[in-house]
């Protein structure tokens, strides 16, 4: 048995080793605009967006349309929604060399990796050329640029993270809206004190206690903060770096995250908050549906609302600015692009917003209004505002930015600190340790 | 030989040409992996970049600079250790109760069973409730309601049990199928044996160390090993609950090797920790053997 399993993993490897040494890019990825015949066929996008959610809906839907005119046109959808195994696709696919014409990655190493590889459209060019480059938001665009500014990914969505809050809860606590991050150790010793989990978190996924760590250096040091500590040029020993490391600890000491928190799920984290037991929960727009429509729990329904990501004393970043990331974005592949996919891309993309627009989500580019849902709570229309308003920084998840093998570590290490196994002290050395190690390899 | 005696002399090619196929598919499939992996060993590569030959490298790293390596292989032993008492210890015990029982054998075994003909991923979304605290799994709820409420803790999230947490579905799962083979060569003591012993005054004990097991030591062997076998390619259930975690503490070398590969895209270095994990194995069947070798000698 134990033979099977290893012979799983080594013929995986081996596969990838036999045809890693498959074909190059043969297509100049700034060569936007083929010219030559539009020959309909079938071409594939692989993708990890939730199955039956809007972008894949109206994807099939635009492509449907563009097949009745260039018959023999297909788009093959091929999603898988959970992340970890979506990108062991990706990158397995990448090493086989058998990436499809379109597929979805975060701004990662990995994929810029890619991109210096020249098996990426550049984006920036190919909405240019499109004439539709500057109806995006720049922060949607800038969620997927590379540090060097490069554009290689196009954004389907737009989101803001907030924190929601229960009124209710915090008014039994006694507890005010924090005016600042650091304010919230101390919060949730009060509210742990009137029997109230201050904060549900999804600790199973890991990304969202990832998250918090940002926070501080964000407010600290800015954006740049995570740019350089990815290649070792900042350190967790840094001043900004020790205030994230100790301020996770605080929060673990304070117990702000449900108990067994690591083991909990999305869909756990998220009941917890909205049958009333947790009194905060760090999420996206994306959750708009649930958190701000009649679909609510009618017993929290009223007392729900959220804050952005507080500042701090001295932070060098706005109020207005915080993660508003433009999820996952679409790279087009170089190998396989000619002028079907260019003229299938034009059509798409051109229709897309307002057809995005009306499922009542925010559109990555500014030219159509967003349809808010008829079964809205006013908070819907609140929580949109907001993107009116942003500032010009964003703080970027550190799960896109950093190396694979550091950000396995940190997810992990980061438990441990929370949960108080480790001190700041071994936290700080341990990380400083693994991105020494492995940065160097990546960012090369 | 056998089959030279009952075979015509021309047919011995015919043998091995028979032969030859499920040979050369097994080392298609088992054999050019493993030194697949033993070459890629010696390479540093991230499936994008070019292969660069590192020489021992990846070794050195992994017995020397790597704490998590150590980390995995000591709790794969703890992890082997757990379900081996589990499978093999609880399925000796509920063989032996069921033999003593008059009625519904049947159905305690059919019940036993079960968890074996359950998915994988059902049983660690299971154990993932009933291990729960907030809000209260089926475990702690028990604590609590015996008393001890002082047992109760978030049993994945704690660095001192979640071992024992994603050990033991692992080992519940598959006590039913091993209660069942041994059941049956329990069964199979002549009971002839057995009154005779009791006729001359042996406790329920002595027949049982000095009869019964002895009696079925054969299928006990296999049992181990097959126990064994199972414990080592444990994956599944800490990967679905736990992924390791919190930190390193559930980490196996199989879920670690895997990670390697496919998230760090470190493909060189998993390749090292695969060729180590066929060494263990080769060591595992080599200790059973010995011991094996040893008992039937004396």
């Known amino acids: 048995m134990k033979k099977m399993l290893r012979a799983a993993a080594a013929a995986a490897v081996t596969a990838l080793a036999l045809t890693a040494c498959g074909g190059t890019s043969s297509t100049d990825p700034s060569n936007v605009s083929p010219t030559g015949e539009i020959k309909a066929r079938e071409i594939s996008w692989l993708l990890s967006r939730p199955a039956d959610g809007a972008v894949i809906n109206i994807m099939k839907k635009l492509a449907a349309d563009y097949a009745k005119e260039h018959p023999g046109f297909e788009l093959n959808l091929i999603t898988t929604p959970d992340r970890p195994s979506y990108i062991q696709k990706l990158e397995t696919l990448a090493a086989a060399n058998k990436l499809p014409e379109l597929f979805d990655t975060d701004a990662t190493p990995f994929a810029q990796q890619l991109a210096k590889q020249g098996k990426m459209m550049d984006a920036e060019q190919l909405l240019e050329s499109l004439g539709i480059y500057g109806n995006y938001r720049p922060g949607a665009l800038d969620y997927q640029r590379f540090d060097d500014g490069s554009l290689y990914m196009i954004p389907f969505q737009f989101e803001l993270e907030f924190i929601w809050y229960n009124k209710a809860l915090l008014e039994k606590a006694g507890v005010a809206v924090p005016t600042s991050l650091d304010d919230i150790p101390a919060m949730c010793t009060t509210l742990r004190s009137a029997g109230i989990t201050p904060i549900a978190i999804d600790g199973q996924d890991q990304w969202p206690l990832e998250r918090y760590i940002a926070y501080q250096p964000f407010r600290e040091a800015g954006p740049e903060f995570v740019q350089k500590l990815k290649k070792g040029e900042a350190k967790f020993s840094d001043p900004a770096g020790q205030k994230t490391v100790n301020w996770m600890a605080e929060l673990g000491k304070a117990k702000c995250f449900q108990d067994g928190f690591s083991a909990q799920g999305y869909s756990d984290a998220q009941n917890q908050f909205t049958s009333g037991q947790a009194a905060m929960y760090n999420i996206g727009t994306w959750e708009l549906p649930s958190l701000a429509t009649d679909k609510l729990d009618p017993s929290v329904r009223n007392d729900i609302d959220f804050f952005t990501l507080p500042t701090t004393a001295g932070s060098v970043t706005g109020a207005n600015e915080f993660v508003s990331p433009s999820g996952i974005g679409m790279a087009v592949n170089a190998k396989t692009y000619d002028p079907l996919v260019s003229d299938f891309l034009k059509f798409a993309l051109a229709k897309y917003p307002a057809e995005y627009a009306a499922t009542g989500a925010l559109s990555p580019t500014t030219d159509v209004e967003t349809v808010v849902p008829g079964n809205a709570t006013p908070l819907y229309q609140k929580a949109l505002d907001q993107a009116n308003s942003l500032g010009s920084k964003q703080a970027m998840p550190w799960d896109t930015q950093l190396d694979p093998t550091t950000n396995g570590r940190l997810q992990q290490e980061l438990v441990l600190l929370v949960q108080g196994n480790i001190s700041p002290e071994q936290f700080t050395e341990t990380m400083d340790k693994t991105i020494a190690q492995n940065a160097p390899k990546f960012f090369k | ?298």
């Not at chain 2, 019940?111 to 994988?120: E, Q």
């Not at chain 2, 695969?274 to 094996?292: D, H, K, N, P, R």
Request: with cysteine; aromatic share 14%; glycine share 6%.
């Open chain 2, 1 to 298: 030989m056998q089959p030279n005696r009952m075979l015509p002399n021309r047919s011995r090619t015919s043998v091995l040409v028979f032969l030859l196929p499920p040979l050369l598919l097994y080392a298609a499939a088992v054999l050019f992996p493993i030194l697949q992996s033993l070459f890629l060993s010696f390479f540093s590569w991230n499936g994008i970049s070019d292969m660069e030959f590192v020489g021992l490298d990846n070794y050195v790293r992994m017995f020397v600079a790597d704490d998590i390596f150590w980390r995995a292989f000591m709790n794969a032993l703890i992890y082997l250790a757990i379900c081996l008492v589990l499978q093999l210890g609880g399925a000796l015990v509920v063989a032996s109760l069921l033999t003593s029982l008059r009625r519904g054998r049947e159905l305690i075994k059919t019940l036993y069973l079960l968890p074996a003909v359950i998915s994988t991923v059902a049983i660690a979304f299971l154990f993932i409730r009933i291990y729960s605290l907030e809000p209260v799994g089926l475990l702690n709820q028990l604590f609590q309601w015996v008393g001890l409420d002082h047992l109760e803790r978030p049993w994945l999230s704690d660095v001192n049990t979640v071992l024992a947490a994603v050990s033991a579905p692992e080992g519940w799962r598959f006590t039913g199928l091993y209660m069942l083979i041994i059941y049956a060569a329990l069964l199979a003591v002549p009971k002839e044996l057995e009154e005779a012993a009791v006729l001359d005054g042996a406790s329920r004990w002595t027949l049982f160390t000095k009869i019964r097991f002895p009696y079925i030591r054969p299928v006990w062997i296999t049992t181990t090993i097959m126990a064994t076998t199972y414990g080592l390619r444990g994956f599944d259930i800490p990967y679905l609950m736990t992924n390791g975690g919190p930190g390193q503490s559930s980490e196996l070398l199989t879920t670690y090797m895997y990670k390697a590969a496919f998230t760090s895209t470190d493909f060189g270095y998993a390749s090292t920790i695969s060729v180590f994990i066929v060494v263990e194995c080769l060591v595992a069947v080599g200790l059973i053997l010995f011991v094996l070798k040893r008992k039937a000698d004396s």
